[in-house]
């Protein structure tokens, strides 16, 4: 009768462990992947490169989940232990295999990406270690849950398989935190990029404008006066902090005061604005070229 009248709280027990472990166990996994991007760079392949911001996203959700899905987890087995929680009971069969099979269809989806990955071009070194990563997690859950529906002595047996896979996965979460600290971007450094992406934004609006400046007259503006002259749109704030030097008919050059460098080719979230605004901290300048090119007997500009 306790049991039925606690059905409830066991459902919200099992329930908000399920969903506590899928994102735990995709955060692990994704920064391991995200380990294995920074320390496996490939300059060809687009796909699978670092990207601090998936790490961050990832360490988030694990910082989270994990302690949700283990203080939800105890709660389980202490109930299983004591027999307030009847190990026959339908709650607990029905809603273990219901999470065996939600953490199979998102394992399933998991590694058909990472394959998908290899199949598109990946390195076989990085393809390897992210389905071992992968394999190795699913097999942890999977295991463990079907060890836990099948064992026979609950109330009043202390088991050590399941101590051991409960210490273990919480050893192994706690070392894969551990390690991403070593490669995650400080929250100074992100609010430093972000300020220097707004400076690139203002470069490129910049240089865009210039082009057309020399389309519209076949000449460079003299400075900002005269291009904000020929396009109202533009104001002072536009060019705050920035610097416009003509260096030749069709040459002229664009500067500005960066906080930090975005020259780490290996992660994507610095790929913005494309390798060509590629910066150092510091004052940094930009050669730009006019070209003309005739295509189909029209004038058309490139900049380099």
Known sequence: MTQQN???????????????????????GMIVFQIINKKIVDVIQSRGQ?????????????????????????QIFKNLFSGALDKDSQIRKWLTYFILLISSVVMTGWLIAVVNAFLDGELTLKFILKALTAIGIAAIVFTFYLYDIKRENVMGAKDNVIRAYFYGSLAIVIAVFASSLFIVESPTATRDRKKDNEVLSKLQSLDNSIRNYYLENEKLPVDFGELMAEFNYLGDKDFKELEYVVKEEKTFELCANFRISNED??????????KEWRHDAGRQCFERKIRETDIIGEPRLKID
């Open 50 to 74: 670092f990207s601090s911001d998936q790490l961050k996203f990832a360490i988030s959700a694990l910082i989270v989940s994990a302690p949700i899905f283990y203080i939800t987890a105890r």
């Open 265 to 274: 080719e290996s992660d994507i979230s610095h790929d913005i604005y494309g």
């Open 6 to 28: 606690n059905a409830a709280k066991y459902a919200f027990f099992y329930m908000l462990s399920l969903v506590s472990l899928i994102f735990m166990s995709l955060a692990t």
